[in-house]
């Protein structure tokens, strides 16, 4: 190789840059931790930053805490797979019998009614059944849409889940009709990973991540920067549509139509389910919101996604921030850091 006398320091700077660059992402790689699970159907990513290494915490104990309560969780509300839980228990119940449920079931249950009935029936934790139908959490994804007819049999009433005391008198819950399922698919994901962050903290973690396939709750910072959030593209993949700047506590979490679908005769059918038709919303492709914990984001991001434009106004209302693109790719609302 002959270089002239320019040639030869533009190739030394260059080496040099490279150099320095690779030994910065070496540096930040190699000082997070960073360690991904299969829970709830999707990897979850937990990072800690460099800040909590040091000799008081085991991460790794922390880390691994963690990702036994998101899994405890996701045993806990799932409908779907072998195992019994209160969930379906009270999902083979009679109608009109009242039931207990554990603390926990019952107190999530009630966050979601109080979703249900802000959103003015948007999100709706009893489509058990019209999901079931539509089969987009079963182990074989489904092809085509289910018939007119099925989806009207599946459709529930609009009161469909009731708080009551039982023949001990105690409090006690009911379904008012067969077709009343309750299914936490919109609600726990959040949960999940509120409760991971909890476990973090409790371990004396300050500064972390957990990231359950683009649902997110952060706490702290990265170093002595804020963490960086992309926003997937609904439609490229490999894009992003916003980069977010955050530090602190903020959860931020997104509905989108390409999550679980497929495409029937040129026809985009996907598992976030209008409850008052059983159909799939065609409101927009992706909703996202930031909220004070991934409970909320995660409801009112489904919410949100369901009743379309005409929901976000009422976010600013709960302090929620929430960008919304629409069906033709259009964005509306806008996130930023509180
Ligand atoms: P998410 O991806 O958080 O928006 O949640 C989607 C999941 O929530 C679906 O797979 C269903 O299990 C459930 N779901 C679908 N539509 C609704 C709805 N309108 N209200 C509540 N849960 C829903
Ligand atoms: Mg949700």
Redo the contacts with the bound molecule.
């Keep these: 190789m002959i270089l002239s006398n320019n040639g030869m320091a533009l190739f030394l700077l260059r080496y040099f840059m490279a150099f320095v660059l690779l030994l910065i992402s070496a540096c930040s790689q190699a000082n997070d931790v960073h360690e991904t699970r299969f829970i709830m159907g999707t990897l979850v990513k937990f990072t800690i930053a460099p800040a909590d290494r040091h000799e008081n915490i085991d991460v790794a104990a922390a880390i691994s805490a963690a990702a036994n309560e998101m899994q405890r969780i996701e045993n806990a509300f799932t409908i779907y797979g072998d195992q019994s839980n209160a969930i379906k228990t009270f999902n083979a119940t009679a109608p009109n019998t009242a039931v207990a449920l554990p603390e926990e079931v019952a107190s999530l249950l009630q966050r979601?009614l109080l979703i249900?009935q802000q959103s003015k029936g948007?999100?709706?934790?009893a489509?058990?059944g019209?999901?079931l139908l539509w089969g987009?959490?079963a182990s074989d994804a489904p092809t085509t849409p289910p018939s007119a007819e099925a989806i009207t049999k599946a459709l529930p009433p609009q009161h469909c889940i009731a708080q009551t005391s039982m023949a001990n008198g105690k409090s006690g819950w009911l379904r008012t009709d067969t077709r009343c399922l309750l299914?936490?698919?919109?609600?726990a994901?959040?949960y999940a990973i509120d409760q991971g962050i909890k476990i973090l903290r409790q371990h004396g973690i300050k500064n972390a991540i957990i990231n359950a396939g683009g649902?997110i709750r952060l706490i702290g910072k990265h170093g002595d920067k804020p963490w960086r959030i992309g926003i997937r593209h609904p439609r490229q993949q490999a894009e992003m549509i916003e980069t977010l700047q955050l530090e602190g506590d903020v959860s931020i979490?997104t509905?989108?139509d390409y999550?679980?679908f497929f495409i029937y005769q040129g026809k985009r059918y996907h598992?976030?389910?209008?409850?008052q038709t059983g159909w799939p919303?065609q409101t927009a492709q992706s909703v996202t919101i930031i909220a004070r914990n991934a409970t909320l984001a995660?409801?009112w991001?489904?919410?949100v996604?369901?009743q379309g434009k005409k929901g976000m106004a009422q976010q600013s209302q709960f302090n929620q921030q929430v960008l919304l693109i629409d069906q033709s790719g259009k964005r509306f609302g806008s996130l930023k850091p509180r």
């Design positions: 979601a249900k948007a999100f709706d934790p489509l058990g019209l999901n987009f959490s299914d936490f698919g919109a609600i994901k959040g649902d979490v509905s989108g999550e679980r598992h976030l389910i209008n409850p919303a995660d409801a991001s489904t919410a996604f369901i």
